[in-house]
């Protein structure tokens, strides 16, 4: 018993009664509680007088409880002593009811006072068993109790591990039923592994000496086609026995391999994110090895493949390979150089594009093609193989293959999310490699062609040179170390500065001819194009520079030439055009002398071509456009408005005159003059007859030059006389004017058209511009 209190034996009989002695009600109070719950009667006294009174009127009371602090047991024994007889009480000896409390109280007993009475032995013992019957019987209802609401199974086993006894839990099933499991050994139900692992612990067990200490374990055991995980705890019994408490932990360790895959999914994607994250190119090899070999541990894969299409039909080109310690992949390739896989390319990437990845011996999705491959891979001892695609501009251009030497179960879907994922960070390291590679190939041939253009190239920030090539350091005379930081102002004539500097926002290229300064002092007339340049660290500008020294040299000798030769030209034309005026005057002169009216008439035409030349010349001396060129409205009208005015006949005709601003040559320009004069005469000696009085009707003469859509130009020529004859509008003509107008035409490159009607005549000549 576990309180602090003395037992007194007054009586032997069947009966079991205890009277509590106590002056304390409280305690006395709690003592009686815990007596209760073990079936017993009990009394209760407060001083040693009533208890005296309580074992008088209560015979049946077989035991007396009192507190050993505040009653003398000798004392008390000589109080029973006197009133009860000598015969009936003997000395205080220990009582112990409770193994774990050996100092459980004293024994007062009936009988003489000879400690070897035989009779406080019987006492002893009865009392013990009493007690012992008590705990026992609370004791199996108590498991009975625990074994009906904990939801473990009990097992009793004998030292070879032999089931002894099976306590099912009411809620939860054996790996067989109870009365199967009676008499089997632990190797029989459950596996050599977990009965030696029994035997083991037992052993243990006795040889630290610690029976009571509990041992736990866990062990998997299959339930028809299920896996199924189980904690168990041995305790021993004694030598011979062992208690082996279990219970299912199926879920619980489900779960904890769930979180636990989770937790290694999460830390593998982790280490490749991140060793991704800090990637260089110097590195890019080494990141994908580290990324193929994380993936292939946390899949428990024997290969990981990287292969690229190379264009060849049928053929992925290995780039990078990992693999655990085995055999290459595949082994007649283990030395001669990159590995290519004989894959059908475009059956593989159907798969792919169908279902995300391609599994080789899924055969229900295989495409035509794939089921070869798969043999050949069987050759090389490969039993499993799984293909996810690496894409680049929405194109299939390799793959990440995982496979395995032994055949494995259908991957987990978030085995199959982590290489998906792995396969797109790897997809990006290789075009960012293949970028890399781009750029540095750019670069290369940037450097190349920088270094070995003819065009003097720098580059420079806010005006200070950051790199220039060979020609420009030539072009100024200097070493290009000497020009490395120079400010390139230094370089450039002050009014010039500003044209160094592009529109930063403006992509667009600018040419600008500058003057430069050399070494030697001397000017240099470069021609620049300067374009914004972005770099790692701010804006910069690329300036090419093409030294135009020579050709502005030239350019100024040539228009030195250009202006003496114009002068030298209007000289001439003002020359020739005096000339022109003299001659035209001699010939004014001798018309007027001659006798007859047919000599005066071709005197007068002659003139008037004379005039026309004059005219002409008059117009190129004073004209500032170039020599060679003149405009047709500054020099036909004003000839016609001439030719009218000094012909004989000119009363009445008026001239309606519309010349488009058309530049000519000076030679299609006179002969244009040339064709007018003569049809201005003709149209003045014959289109309009004489009147009584001797004198030409008034007639309207409409003359028109234009550009047609096809850029030919059209000279239109009419009057409202009677009508050029049919003969001579065909050609046959003895007179020498429309001879002279056809031959003209033909020389400017025209076509000439005559028509002639009661209306008047009309000439059309269409010829080309220029």
């Known amino acids: 018993m576990d309180i602090d209190y003395s037992l007194v034996l007054v009586s032997a009989t069947d009966s079991f009664s205890i009277l509590i002695l106590d002056s304390n009600t409280t ?122 609401v904990i939801p473990d199974a009990m097992f ?17 099933a054996l790996v067989r039923p109870a009365r199967e499991l009676i008499g089997k ?46 904690e168990s705890i041995l305790t021993l019994i004694d030598d011979e026995r062992s208690l082996v408490v279990v219970r299912d932990v199926t879920t619980e360790q489900r779960y904890h391999s769930q979180k636990h895959e989770q937790a290694q999914y999460q830390a593998t994607i ?3 994110s991140r060793r991704f994250m800090q990637a260089s190119p ?29 264009g060849a039909s049928g053929v992925l080109k290995v780039t990078h390979h990992w693999r655990k310690n085995g055999p290459s992949f595949p082994p007649v390739l283990e030395d001669s150089g990159p590995l290519e896989i004989p894959m059908n390319v475009p059956a593989m990437v159907r798969a792919m594009e169908q279902k995300g990845y391609l599994d080789i011996h899924d055969t229900g999705a295989a495409p035509e093609g794939i089921e070869a491959f798969a043999q050949d891979m069987e050759r090389y001892g490969l039993r499993s193989l799984l293909a996810f695609p690496l894409v680049e501009r929405q194109q299939i251009v390799g793959a990440l293959v995982v496979s395995c030497m032994q055949p494995r179960p259908r991957m987990h879907v978030r085995d199959i999310t982590l290489v998906q994922v792995v396969a797109r960070l790897i997809n990006d390291s290789i075009i960012a490699q293949r970028s890399y590679r781009r750029i540095e190939q750019t670069t290369e041939g940037f450097e ?37 930081g120079c400010d390139i102002h230094t370089l450039i004539r002050p009014e010039y500065h500003h044209l160094c500097l592009s529109d930063r926002g403006n992509d667009s290229q600018s040419r600008q001819t500058v003057a430069g300064v050399h070494r030697n002092g001397e000017d240099l007339w470069l021609e620049i194009e300067c374009r914004p340049v972005p770099l790692e660290d701010g804006q910069a500008e690329l300036i090419a520079f093409h030294d135009v020294s020579h050709h502005i040299e030239r350019e100024a000798q040539i228009e030195r030439l250009l202006h003496e030769k114009e002068r030298l030209i209007k000289d001439i034309h003002h020359r020739l055009k005096n000339q022109m005026l003299s001659i035209e005057s001699l010939l004014s002169l001798k018309s007027q002398e001659v006798g007859t009216a047919s000599s005066a008439s071709a005197l007068n035409e002659t003139r008037n071509h004379v005039h026309g030349l004059a005219l002409l010349y008059d117009r190129l001396y004073r004209s500032t456009e170039s020599s060679d060129l003149l405009t047709a409205s500054g020099y036909l009208p004003t000839l016609i408005q001439d030719i009218i005015r000094l012909s004989a006949h000119q009363a009445g005709l008026e001239a309606r005159i519309d010349i488009a601003d058309t530049k000519l040559t000076v030679r299609r320009l006179s002969r244009l003059g040339m064709i007018l004069n003569e049809l201005i005469s003709n149209t003045v000696k014959h289109a309009y007859p ?58 400017i490159g025209g076509t000439l058209t005559v028509s002639g009607s009661s209306a008047g005549t009309a000439v059309r000549l269409v010829f080309p511009s220029g």
Not at 36 to 43: D, F, K, N, P, Q
Request: aromatic residues 8%; contains cysteine.
């Open 27 to 148: 305690a006395r109070s709690a003592t009686a509680r815990r007596l209760s719950a073990r079936g017993l009667t009990i009394y209760s006294a407060d001083t040693a007088a009533d208890a005296i009174t309580q074992l008088e009127e209560h015979v049946g009371i077989l035991a007396v409880l009192l507190n050993s602090q505040e009653h003398d047991i000798d004392s008390f024994s000589e109080s029973l002593y006197r009133v009860f007889g000598v015969d009936r009480v003997f000395a205080c000896l220990p009582l112990t009811f409770d193994p774990a409390h050996p100092e459980g109280g004293h024994a007062l007993c009936t009988g003489s006072r000879n400690d070897s009475d035989p009779l406080y032995e019987a006492v002893r013992t009865e009392v013990s068993r009493r007690f012992e019957q008590i705990d026992l019987r609370e004791q199996i209802l108590r498991n009975q109790a625990l074994t009906r």
């Open 690 to 747: 004489e009147t009584d009085g001797g004198q030409a009707r008034s007639g309207v003469v409409t003359i028109t030059l234009a550009e047609t859509a096809s850029g030919e130009l059209t000279l239109s020529y009419s009057d409202d006389g009677r009508g050029i004859p049919e003969a001579v509008a065909n050609g046959h003509s003895a007179g020498l004017g429309m001879d002279l107008v056809r031959a003209f035409s033909e020389e």
């Open 156 to 172: 009793v086993f004998d030292a070879k591990g032999v089931y002894q006894e099976v306590h099912a839990p009411d809620q939860g």
């Open 185 to 230: 050994s632990i190797a029989e139900v459950m596996g050599t592994e977990v009965h030696e692992r029994h035997l083991r612990q037992v052993a243990e067990a006795r040889a630290d000496g610690d029976h009571r200490r509990p041992r736990p374990f866990r062990y998997e055991a299959r339930t028809g086609n299920e896996s199924r995980y189980f």
């Open 448 to 484: 190349t062609l920088f270094a070995l253009s003819l065009e003097g190239l720098l580059i420079h920030r806010d005006g200070l040179l950051i790199h220039a090539n060979e020609a420009f350091a030539r072009m100024f005379g200097y070493e290009r170390s000497e020009l490395s």
């Open 270 to 272: 982790h280490a490749i």
């Open 282 to 310: 110097e590195t890019a090899d080494t990141d994908l090895l580290f990324a193929m070999r994380k993936l292939g541990h946390h899949l428990g894969v024997d290969w990981v493949t990287i292969g690229l299409n190379t």
